[in-house]
């Protein structure tokens, strides 16, 4: 006898679900490689990044899992114009 599963994946819950086996570092992070103090003394930068980036890339991802990016395309076919 077959037995139907559901064949989709909940990202959301299984990437919660697995933070809880992740366990928490509680040394120093140590290299196979040496690293020279003049590799970690840069000057600082800015992120590249903003905070509201992020809602905009989840706005995008939800819109494509649900099928609404297909009539926000530019000229070019791309729809990161």
Do not use: C, N
Request: glycine share 6%; proline share 7%.
């Amino acid at each position: 006898m077959w037995v139907t599963r559901d064949k989709h994946v909940d990202t959301s819950r299984e990437i919660l679900a697995s933070l809880d086996s992740i366990p928490q570092l509680d040394t120093p992070l140590t290299s196979s490689f040496p690293i020279r103090p003049e590799h970690l003394r840069v000057e600082r930068r800015p992120l590249l990044v903003q905070p509201g980036d992020a809602a905009v890339w989840l706005s995008r991802l939800r819109q494509i899992r649900d099928g609404g990016l297909a009539d926000k395309k530019g000229s070019s076919g791309s729809d990161l114009e």
